[in-house]
Protein backbone atom coordinates (compact mmCIF):
# COMPACT_ATOMS: atom_id res chain seq x y z
CA UNK A 1 0.00 0.00 0.00
CA UNK A 2 1.67 3.08 -1.32
CA UNK A 3 0.34 6.70 0.17
CA UNK A 4 0.21 9.88 -2.44
CA UNK A 5 -0.31 13.69 -2.36
CA UNK A 6 -2.50 14.90 -5.23
CA UNK A 7 -2.25 18.55 -5.92
CA UNK A 8 -4.66 19.61 -8.14
CA UNK A 9 -3.73 22.45 -10.14
CA UNK A 10 -4.09 25.36 -13.04
CA UNK A 11 -0.84 26.77 -14.90
CA UNK A 12 -1.24 29.55 -16.77
CA UNK A 13 -4.23 30.73 -15.63
CA UNK A 14 -5.15 33.87 -16.95
CA UNK A 15 -8.62 34.54 -16.13
CA UNK A 16 -11.67 33.32 -14.51
CA UNK A 17 -11.90 29.68 -11.84
CA UNK A 18 -11.63 27.35 -14.86
CA UNK A 19 -8.56 29.46 -16.24
CA UNK A 20 -5.13 27.57 -16.97
CA UNK A 21 -4.29 23.92 -17.76
CA UNK A 22 -5.29 21.90 -15.17
CA UNK A 23 -2.22 19.41 -13.68
CA UNK A 24 -2.24 16.58 -11.30
CA UNK A 25 1.00 16.58 -9.22
CA UNK A 26 1.49 13.32 -7.43
CA UNK A 27 4.36 12.71 -4.73
CA UNK A 28 4.88 11.74 -0.90
CA UNK A 29 5.48 7.43 -1.76
CA UNK A 30 9.06 5.88 -1.49
CA UNK A 31 10.20 5.83 -4.18
CA UNK A 32 11.60 2.89 -4.88
CA UNK A 33 8.28 1.21 -4.70
CA UNK A 34 7.02 3.12 -7.52
CA UNK A 35 6.67 0.55 -10.55
CA UNK A 36 5.81 1.52 -13.70
CA UNK A 37 2.54 0.09 -13.51
CA UNK A 38 1.54 2.24 -10.43
CA UNK A 39 2.94 5.00 -12.77
CA UNK A 40 0.43 4.02 -15.65
CA UNK A 41 -2.50 3.80 -13.27
CA UNK A 42 -1.84 7.19 -11.43
CA UNK A 43 -1.53 8.98 -15.03
CA UNK A 44 -4.35 7.31 -16.12
CA UNK A 45 -6.81 8.64 -13.18
CA UNK A 46 -6.39 11.55 -14.65
CA UNK A 47 -8.26 13.53 -17.26
CA UNK A 48 -5.14 16.05 -18.20
CA UNK A 49 -1.35 15.32 -17.98
CA UNK A 50 -0.18 14.81 -14.21
CA UNK A 51 3.41 14.70 -13.16
CA UNK A 52 5.35 12.65 -10.28
CA UNK A 53 7.89 14.14 -8.33
CA UNK A 54 10.61 11.67 -6.94
CA UNK A 55 11.48 14.13 -3.71
CA UNK A 56 14.03 11.24 -2.44
CA UNK A 57 16.38 12.74 -5.14
CA UNK A 58 18.48 15.46 -5.18
CA UNK A 59 17.60 17.74 -7.26
CA UNK A 60 13.62 15.78 -7.22
CA UNK A 61 12.94 13.93 -10.49
CA UNK A 62 9.64 14.81 -12.50
CA UNK A 63 8.14 11.98 -14.58
CA UNK A 64 5.55 13.21 -16.92
CA UNK A 65 2.49 11.92 -18.49
CA UNK A 66 -0.56 11.91 -20.76
CA UNK A 67 -3.97 10.58 -19.44
CA UNK A 68 -3.31 7.38 -21.82
CA UNK A 69 -0.53 6.52 -19.30
CA UNK A 70 1.94 7.63 -21.83
CA UNK A 71 5.22 9.13 -20.22
CA UNK A 72 6.43 12.68 -22.22
CA UNK A 73 10.13 12.99 -22.01
CA UNK A 74 9.52 16.49 -21.00
CA UNK A 75 6.27 18.81 -20.62
CA UNK A 76 6.58 22.52 -19.63
CA UNK A 77 3.30 23.35 -17.97
CA UNK A 78 3.58 20.30 -15.57
CA UNK A 79 7.50 21.33 -14.84
CA UNK A 80 6.08 24.67 -13.77
CA UNK A 81 3.39 23.26 -11.91
CA UNK A 82 5.61 20.43 -10.00
CA UNK A 83 8.18 23.49 -9.24
CA UNK A 84 4.96 25.36 -7.75
CA UNK A 85 4.37 22.31 -5.65
CA UNK A 86 7.74 22.17 -4.65
CA UNK A 87 8.09 25.83 -3.61
CA UNK A 88 5.03 25.23 -1.21
CA UNK A 89 7.69 23.22 0.88
CA UNK A 90 10.17 26.04 1.03
CA UNK A 91 10.21 29.60 2.49
CA UNK A 92 10.19 32.66 0.40
CA UNK A 93 13.08 35.20 0.68
CA UNK A 94 11.72 37.98 2.76
CA UNK A 95 12.82 40.69 0.44
CA UNK A 96 11.97 39.56 -2.92
CA UNK A 97 8.92 37.00 -2.03
CA UNK A 98 10.37 34.68 -4.41
CA UNK A 99 11.61 30.76 -3.94
CA UNK A 100 13.97 29.36 -5.95
CA UNK A 101 13.49 25.41 -6.60
CA UNK A 102 15.62 23.31 -8.82
CA UNK A 103 14.60 20.04 -10.11
CA UNK A 104 15.63 17.16 -12.44
CA UNK A 105 14.20 14.88 -15.03
CA UNK A 106 13.68 11.26 -15.05
CA UNK A 107 13.65 10.41 -18.81
CA UNK A 108 16.63 12.06 -19.75
CA UNK A 109 15.44 12.02 -23.48
CA UNK A 110 14.85 15.72 -24.43
CA UNK A 111 16.08 15.38 -27.64
CA UNK A 112 19.34 16.53 -27.67
CA UNK A 113 18.87 18.98 -24.44
CA UNK A 114 22.63 18.89 -22.98
CA UNK A 115 21.15 20.05 -19.91
CA UNK A 116 18.26 18.46 -18.36
CA UNK A 117 18.43 20.18 -14.39
CA UNK A 118 16.09 22.98 -14.59
CA UNK A 119 15.66 26.24 -12.34
CA UNK A 120 12.20 27.81 -11.44
CA UNK A 121 11.43 30.85 -9.40
CA UNK A 122 7.96 30.51 -8.14
CA UNK A 123 6.62 34.09 -6.82
CA UNK A 124 4.26 34.53 -3.80
CA UNK A 125 0.95 34.54 -5.62
CA UNK A 126 1.78 31.46 -7.69
CA UNK A 127 3.60 33.22 -10.47
CA UNK A 128 6.25 31.14 -11.92
CA UNK A 129 9.09 31.54 -14.37
CA UNK A 130 11.00 28.53 -15.45
CA UNK A 131 14.62 28.96 -17.08
CA UNK A 132 15.29 26.75 -20.06
CA UNK A 133 19.06 26.44 -21.11
CA UNK A 134 20.56 24.80 -24.10
CA UNK A 135 16.95 24.39 -25.38
CA UNK A 136 16.86 22.26 -28.76
CA UNK A 137 14.87 24.39 -31.19
CA UNK A 138 13.58 23.72 -35.15
CA UNK A 139 11.73 24.58 -37.56
CA UNK A 140 10.86 23.67 -41.25
CA UNK A 141 8.51 24.50 -43.64
CA UNK A 142 5.02 22.27 -44.57
CA UNK A 143 3.52 21.58 -47.39
CA UNK A 144 -0.01 23.69 -47.91
CA UNK A 145 -1.41 20.13 -48.25
CA UNK A 146 -0.81 18.48 -45.61
CA UNK A 147 -1.59 22.26 -43.65
CA UNK A 148 -5.01 21.96 -45.18
CA UNK A 149 -5.73 18.36 -44.40
CA UNK A 150 -5.36 19.03 -40.83
CA UNK A 151 -7.44 22.56 -40.79
CA UNK A 152 -10.06 20.64 -42.66
CA UNK A 153 -10.58 18.40 -39.87
CA UNK A 154 -11.83 21.77 -37.70
CA UNK A 155 -14.25 22.98 -40.35
CA UNK A 156 -11.35 25.16 -41.60
CA UNK A 157 -9.37 25.85 -45.03
CA UNK A 158 -6.08 27.10 -46.77
CA UNK A 159 -7.88 30.31 -48.02
CA UNK A 160 -8.53 31.06 -44.11
CA UNK A 161 -4.38 31.00 -43.70
CA UNK A 162 -3.00 34.45 -43.41
CA UNK A 163 -1.54 35.20 -47.22
CA UNK A 164 1.78 36.74 -45.83
CA UNK A 165 2.91 33.21 -43.65
CA UNK A 166 3.54 29.94 -44.65
CA UNK A 167 2.61 27.29 -42.14
CA UNK A 168 5.57 25.48 -40.86
CA UNK A 169 6.65 22.90 -38.25
CA UNK A 170 8.45 24.61 -35.32
CA UNK A 171 9.48 23.14 -31.60
CA UNK A 172 11.85 22.59 -28.65
CA UNK A 173 12.46 18.99 -27.12
CA UNK A 174 11.80 17.48 -30.14
CA UNK A 175 7.99 18.33 -29.55
CA UNK A 176 7.03 20.05 -33.12
CA UNK A 177 3.92 21.30 -33.68
CA UNK A 178 2.09 22.77 -37.31
CA UNK A 179 2.19 26.52 -36.77
CA UNK A 180 -0.39 27.91 -39.13
CA UNK A 181 -1.08 32.02 -38.48
CA UNK A 182 -5.48 32.59 -39.50
CA UNK A 183 -5.97 35.86 -41.07
CA UNK A 184 -9.53 36.73 -38.89
CA UNK A 185 -9.86 35.63 -34.97
CA UNK A 186 -13.32 35.08 -35.79
CA UNK A 187 -12.00 31.72 -38.01
CA UNK A 188 -9.84 30.87 -34.73
CA UNK A 189 -12.61 31.62 -32.47
CA UNK A 190 -15.67 30.53 -34.02
CA UNK A 191 -14.96 29.04 -37.54
CA UNK A 192 -13.11 26.60 -35.93
CA UNK A 193 -15.20 23.67 -34.87
CA UNK A 194 -12.73 22.73 -31.61
CA UNK A 195 -12.74 19.13 -32.26
CA UNK A 196 -11.67 16.77 -34.55
CA UNK A 197 -13.80 15.66 -36.65
CA UNK A 198 -11.73 12.40 -36.96
CA UNK A 199 -9.67 11.55 -34.31
CA UNK A 200 -7.62 8.63 -36.47
CA UNK A 201 -7.62 10.83 -39.40
CA UNK A 202 -6.12 14.27 -38.04
CA UNK A 203 -3.82 11.93 -35.85
CA UNK A 204 -2.42 10.60 -39.28
CA UNK A 205 -2.32 13.89 -40.82
CA UNK A 206 -0.06 14.87 -37.82
CA UNK A 207 2.28 12.04 -39.12
CA UNK A 208 2.63 13.10 -42.38
CA UNK A 209 2.72 16.76 -41.67
CA UNK A 210 6.45 15.87 -41.06
CA UNK A 211 5.58 13.99 -37.62
CA UNK A 212 4.28 16.78 -36.31
CA UNK A 213 1.95 16.56 -32.60
CA UNK A 214 -0.43 18.58 -32.85
CA UNK A 215 -1.67 21.83 -35.01
CA UNK A 216 -1.24 25.08 -33.07
CA UNK A 217 -3.29 27.88 -34.64
CA UNK A 218 -2.40 31.67 -33.55
CA UNK A 219 -3.90 35.20 -34.63
CA UNK A 220 -2.18 38.49 -33.26
CA UNK A 221 -4.27 40.86 -31.36
CA UNK A 222 -3.29 44.81 -30.84
CA UNK A 223 -4.64 45.88 -27.88
CA UNK A 224 -5.69 49.45 -26.59
CA UNK A 225 -2.27 50.64 -26.50
CA UNK A 226 -1.24 48.56 -29.68
CA UNK A 227 0.70 46.02 -27.89
CA UNK A 228 0.86 42.69 -30.04
CA UNK A 229 -0.48 39.69 -28.27
CA UNK A 230 -1.23 36.49 -29.69
CA UNK A 231 -4.64 34.27 -29.55
CA UNK A 232 -3.76 30.64 -29.90
CA UNK A 233 -5.53 27.38 -30.19
CA UNK A 234 -3.85 23.89 -29.89
CA UNK A 235 -5.25 20.64 -30.96
CA UNK A 236 -2.57 17.66 -29.96
CA UNK A 237 -1.89 14.66 -31.73
CA UNK A 238 -2.82 12.20 -29.37
CA UNK A 239 -3.05 13.28 -25.92
CA UNK A 240 -6.56 11.81 -25.03
CA UNK A 241 -8.28 15.07 -25.27
CA UNK A 242 -9.23 17.20 -28.61
CA UNK A 243 -7.91 20.70 -27.68
CA UNK A 244 -5.23 21.64 -25.22
CA UNK A 245 -5.91 25.14 -22.87
CA UNK A 246 -2.38 26.33 -22.36
CA UNK A 247 0.81 24.52 -24.89
CA UNK A 248 3.90 26.05 -23.14
CA UNK A 249 6.06 24.20 -25.76
CA UNK A 250 4.09 25.74 -28.48
CA UNK A 251 4.57 28.86 -26.88
CA UNK A 252 7.97 28.66 -26.50
CA UNK A 253 8.69 27.96 -29.89
CA UNK A 254 6.64 30.14 -31.59
CA UNK A 255 8.45 32.77 -29.35
CA UNK A 256 11.25 31.76 -30.42
CA UNK A 257 10.33 31.57 -34.58
CA UNK A 258 8.66 35.20 -34.58
CA UNK A 259 12.03 36.56 -32.42
CA UNK A 260 13.89 35.25 -35.18
CA UNK A 261 11.71 37.58 -37.45
CA UNK A 262 11.65 40.74 -35.13
CA UNK A 263 13.12 40.72 -31.70
CA UNK A 264 10.97 41.82 -28.28
CA UNK A 265 11.77 41.91 -24.78
CA UNK A 266 8.75 39.61 -24.14
CA UNK A 267 5.65 37.56 -25.90
CA UNK A 268 2.05 37.00 -24.62
CA UNK A 269 0.09 34.19 -25.51
CA UNK A 270 -3.37 33.46 -24.39
CA UNK A 271 -4.99 30.15 -25.18
CA UNK A 272 -7.88 28.44 -24.26
CA UNK A 273 -10.52 31.43 -24.73
CA UNK A 274 -13.22 29.06 -26.76
CA UNK A 275 -12.86 26.48 -23.96
CA UNK A 276 -13.70 29.14 -21.23
CA UNK A 277 -10.30 27.92 -20.04
CA UNK A 278 -8.48 31.32 -19.95
CA UNK A 279 -5.09 31.11 -20.04
CA UNK A 280 -1.57 33.49 -19.90
CA UNK A 281 1.96 32.21 -21.15
CA UNK A 282 4.64 35.04 -21.29
CA UNK A 283 8.19 34.33 -22.70
CA UNK A 284 10.77 36.50 -22.17
CA UNK A 285 14.69 36.83 -21.99
CA UNK A 286 15.14 35.14 -25.11
CA UNK A 287 18.64 34.33 -26.33
CA UNK A 288 19.50 33.10 -29.39
CA UNK A 289 23.38 33.71 -29.82
CA UNK A 290 24.77 30.68 -28.84
CA UNK A 291 22.93 28.06 -26.92
CA UNK A 292 19.20 29.11 -27.13
CA UNK A 293 17.75 30.01 -23.87
CA UNK A 294 14.40 31.71 -22.59
CA UNK A 295 12.46 32.18 -19.69
CA UNK A 296 8.45 30.84 -19.75
CA UNK A 297 6.15 32.54 -17.12
CA UNK A 298 2.86 32.16 -16.06
CA UNK A 299 0.53 31.84 -12.78
CA UNK A 300 -0.39 28.46 -10.88
CA UNK A 301 -2.91 28.38 -8.69
CA UNK A 302 -4.22 25.38 -6.70
CA UNK A 303 -7.69 23.64 -6.25
CA UNK A 304 -7.62 20.84 -4.51
CA UNK A 305 -5.09 18.57 -1.79
CA UNK A 306 -5.18 15.46 -1.16
CA UNK A 307 -3.60 12.38 0.59
CA UNK A 308 -4.65 8.39 -1.53
CA UNK A 309 -3.55 5.38 -1.03
CA UNK A 310 -2.98 2.99 -3.93
CA UNK A 311 -3.36 -0.67 -3.10
CA UNK A 312 -0.06 -2.85 -4.60
CA UNK A 313 0.27 -6.77 -5.00
Given at each position: ?112 CSNTTYKAA ?50 IFGRPKTMV ?128 TILTD
Open positions: MLKFQKLSTRVFVGGNKHGGNPLTIFWGASDTAITSSIETSLAQSCAWESVLIHSSSSPPKLKFFVPSGKELSFCLHAAMGAAYALARQKPSTPKTKVREILFDTSSGNQESVEDDGTTWLELGHVPYHEESVELVNADALLNQLNLDIIDVHSSTVPLNAGRLDKLQDLQETCSGTPNDAQFFESNCITANESTGLFLYTPIADEQNNVYYECRQFPKASGYPEDPATGIAAAALALHLFKKEEQDCYEFRQGTAMRRPSLITIRNINMTGPISLECGGKVELDNEEEI
